[in-house]
Every structure is written in structure tokens, then in C-alpha cells.
């Protein structure tokens, strides 16, 4: 059963450290999305790459996020420095690309809940 | 203003109900709508998708677009106690490059 794989699915650190969240997308997508959900503004696009290049990363806080694929079996998100607004779950979604006749099929993962205090 | 709206809730029905959930939108350039129905601590998971104006019908779903008016739904009928989830709808312009999603409705369907 194919799926999106993150990790850790629970984090609680301190403000100022270094966060890194993993995910693991379904073998042979070529789509990866990072999203932020929290409570008043629901599910935010942080990140997009296709076939390992970041295509988007306009929702990104550039200061203190970083996004990368360094292959295709694993993307990361970094924070550093995490601060308290940063408290939120991370998900990582993957798909097929825009050619494939299944774009609009995204897999999300489990999510990372990060508490930041 | 958001480019996706969607009424959060809660929702609340008894058992056996028809529910209807609605977003509407601001961008004409959508032309891919979806469903995802998300549980307490998990990842959404993709419902149901539709491309352009119309009907979609998967057993107790159905999905529909009124391009026209910037506006879709997704009706369950007969509802059950595990439909009791949060449902975003998702849209998507031609080329997939991002998908955007409205805030989700929370719904409880009472046994």
C-alpha cells in the first residue's frame, strides 16, 4: 500500500533550534508539495518541487525555512531558528505530474506536529 | 481576500441526513475542483474531482461545479457517524502547478 511517509509525526522543541521534518514521497511521483495547517488559516502551500527542482517556494518565510529534495525519495523542511508562531503541522503531499492524466491526485502524509515553545 | 472560501462549521447532523458542503472561489483560471475529507490527525485524502461544470456521482457523493457562478459542493446522502471529518475543497488551474485549498468545514454526524 503506497504512501507518503513523514518524519517525526511529533516534534516539541525550543524557540531558537533547529528543526528538520523528512518525507518519504510515493515512488514514481515527480510532484512534492509542503503544506502548513493551522487553525485560522487552514492549509498553507509552503514549497513545491517537480522532479526535484523547487518550482515555488513564495509561501516560504526565506529567513528561516529552507526546502530541498537531494533525491527522490526524500524532501526535507528545515527551520532555523524555529520560533512559537512557527507551531503548526507540516504535511508533505506528492503526486504525478501535469501530463500524467492523474495531476489533480494529491497523497498527503501524516503530517509533522511541531509545538515550538 | 482568500482566492478559495469555505464556511468552517462546525456542521452538525443526525444519522441518515443530506449534507451539503460548499466553497466558492475567485479565480476563473480553476478548471480542476476536488474534495479531500480529513480525519483528527491525519493527512486529507482525496474524495472525489471533477473537471469543469457538472455532476460527479461515487455511491453516496456527489460532486458538483457551477463554473458560472464560482461555486461548488459535495453532497452526502444518508450520512454516516464515520463521516464525521473535516472536508476541504481543492482547485487547481490547468497545468497543476499549485492546488488551492479552502479552509475546510467541519462535520459531525450524530448516531
Known amino acids: 500500500d503506497a504512501r507518503v511517509t513523514q518524519t517525526p509525526r511529533h516534534k516539541v522543541t525550543e524557540m531558537g533550534q533547529e528543526v528538520t521534518m523528512r518525507c518519504q514521497p510515493i515512488l514514481g511521483h515527480n510532484t512534492v508539495f509542503w503544506y502548513r495547517q493551522t487553525m485560522m488559516q487552514g492549509l498553507e502551500l509552503l514549497a513545491y518541487?517537480?522532479?526535484?527542482?523547487?518550482?515555488?517556494d513564495s509561501g516560504m518565510p526565506k529567513d528561516r525555512f529552507s526546502a530541498e529534495m537531494p533525491d527522490a525519495t526524500l524532501a526535507t523542511l528545515k527551520i532555523q531558528p524555529s520560533e512559537p508562531r512557527d507551531s503548526a503541522v507540516y504535511f508533505c503531499?506528492?503526486?504525478?505530474?501535469?501530463?500524467?492524466?492523474?495531476?489533480?491526485?494529491?497523497?498527503f502524509g501524516s503530517g509533522t506536529q511541531l509545538s515550538v515553545l | 481576500q482568500k482566492e478559495v472560501e469555505q464556511d468552517p462549521g462546525p456542521l452538525s447532523v443526525p444519522e441518515g441526513a443530506i449534507v451539503s458542503l460548499n466553497c466558492t472561489y475567485s479565480?476563473?483560471?480553476?478548471?480542476?475542483f476536488m474534495w479531500y475529507r480529513q480525519y483528527s490527525r491525519k493527512g486529507p485524502e482525496l474524495l472525489m474531482y471533477?473537471?469543469?461544470?457538472g455532476n460527479k456521482e461515487d455511491g453516496r457523493f456527489t460532486a458538483q461545479v457551477d463554473k458560472s457562478s464560482k461555486y461548488i459542493s459535495l453532497f452526502i446522502r444518508d450520512s454516516q457517524p464515520s463521516d464525521s471529518a473535516t472536508y476541504l475543497c481543492a482547485m487547481s488551474p490547468y497545468n497543476f502547478n499549485k492546488f488551492y485549498f479552502g479552509s475546510g468545514t467541519k462535520l459531525n454526524v450524530k448516531p
Open positions: 518541487f517537480r522532479n526535484r527542482a523547487p518550482l515555488d
Open positions: 479565480n476563473s483560471a480553476f478548471q480542476y
Open positions: 503531499a506528492s503526486g504525478f505530474g501535469p501530463v500524467s492524466g492523474e495531476s489533480e491526485k494529491l497523497f
Open positions: 471533477t473537471y469543469s461544470s
